[in-house]
């Protein structure tokens, strides 16, 4: 699979904007950020930075439902909208992908009593 284009393909199917990034390649050991504040620019050469392949599969015996290391990519990502996301891996099929978490709403018996 190729970073850049899973990256792309998830911003695009989730209609969402990176505020920044951090991605590591367990595979070579490299490490590539975005930064909060970005250009344009910055942008463009990060997803060419990430423009490489990486095994998307994880055999059997290293599959650990998620464990960071046993992964061949991971991160986090940041989104204009307030969420984020970061790397996840199938417990069934060991394919890993980009797994986005929104924040829930808090409950109305959790809210603080007036006068507290």
Same mark, same amino acid.
């Given at each position: 699979?190729?970073?850049?284009?899973?990256?792309?393909? @998830?911003?695009?199917? #989730?209609?969402?904007? /990176?505020?920044c *990034?951090?991605?590591?390649?367990?595979?070579?050991?490299?490490?590539?950020?975005?930064?909060?504040?970005?250009?344009?620019?910055?942008l463009?050469?990060?997803?060419?930075?990430?423009?490489?392949?990486?095994d998307?599969?994880?055999?059997?015996d290293?599959?650990? @439902?998620?464990?960071? #290391?046993?992964?061949? /990519?991971?991160? *986090?990502?940041?989104?204009t909208?307030?969420?984020?996301a970061?790397?996840?891996?199938?417990?069934?099929?060991?394919?890993?992908?980009?797994?986005?978490?929104?924040?829930?709403?808090?409950?109305?018996?959790?809210h603080?009593?007036?006068?507290?």
């Amino acid at each position: 699979m190729n970073a850049k284009q899973e990256l792309v393909q @998830f911003l695009r199917e #989730k209609d969402l904007t /990176l505020k920044c *990034a951090e991605v590591r390649n367990y595979e070579d050991g490299n490490s590539y950020q975005l930064r909060k504040g970005h250009s344009r620019v910055d942008l463009a050469m990060f997803l060419d930075e990430i423009d490489f392949d990486y095994d998307a599969e994880m055999p059997a015996d290293k599959s650990h @439902f998620g464990n960071a #290391k046993s992964m061949h /990519l991971n991160g *986090a990502l940041w989104f204009t909208d307030g969420t984020w996301a970061d790397r996840d891996s199938d417990a069934w099929t060991g394919q890993e992908r980009w797994d986005r978490v929104v924040t829930p709403t808090i409950p109305p018996h959790l809210h603080a009593l007036k006068g507290d």
